[in-house]
């Protein structure tokens, strides 16, 4: 099995970072994403966002197909909220769909199904694979208008991005 930086989400989330000409910080939490609470967690863990992009106002989820189909061998186990693994993880796509764009910020989903897969992993073609990435990050905006990217031309070229929000919200993130 590949390890983490072969990853899908990883080759992904470097196509998105290409796209909007900036790192973002993998794996990102923040005070107000909190997952349920327990005995040893009573506030809950913060839940991780796959990408933010904090001066962009963006947060990327990569959605392989365990959060859209069944995995009776991982999601079998209980967790700390008496649910089932699946079950939990749907409850947590749901509150960062909720929450996100609550602090202002950009949610966009990326779904592994957008790309071309083979033997459950994306056949890696980059020119293919950006335009998947480029498609799916200018399309979704949370008042449905679109978002584009676009591109100067010339030495300094760096690329330019309109229509996406900036939270003015000093949100904590680590």
């Known amino acids: 099995?590949?390890?983490r930086s072969e990853s899908d989400e990883h080759y992904v989330l470097d196509l998105c970072d290409e796209v909007v000409g900036a790192s973002g910080r993998r794996q990102a939490t923040f005070d107000w994403l909190r997952g349920d609470p327990s005995t040893a967690r009573p506030l809950g863990t913060r839940l991780p966002v796959d990408c933010y992009w904090p001066d962009l106002g963006l947060v990327v989820e990569f959605h392989e197909e365990q959060h859209s189909k069944p995995s009776p061998?991982?999601?079998?186990?209980?967790?700390?909220s008496g649910v089932?693994?699946?079950?939990?993880?749907?409850?947590?796509?749901?509150r960062k769909r909720l929450l996100v764009p609550k602090q202002g910020l950009r949610l966009v989903v990326i779904e592994k199904s957008a790309f071309v897969v083979k033997s459950k992993r994306i056949v890696r073609?980059?020119?293919t694979d950006i335009a998947v990435v480029r498609e799916q990050l200018g399309n979704e905006r949370?008042?449905?208008a679109s978002a584009e990217i676009a591109t100067e031309t010339g030495p300094e070229a760096r690329p330019?991005?309109?229509g996406w929000p900036r939270s003015a919200l000093p949100l904590e993130c680590c």
């Open 1 to 3: 099995m590949p390890g």
């Open 84 to 94: 089932g693994r699946g079950e939990q993880r749907r409850l947590y796509d749901e």
């Open 142 to 144: 949370s008042d449905g």
């Open 73 to 80: 061998f991982f999601d079998r186990r209980q967790t700390v």
């Open 160 to 162: 330019r991005r309109s």
């Open 125 to 127: 073609d980059p020119a």
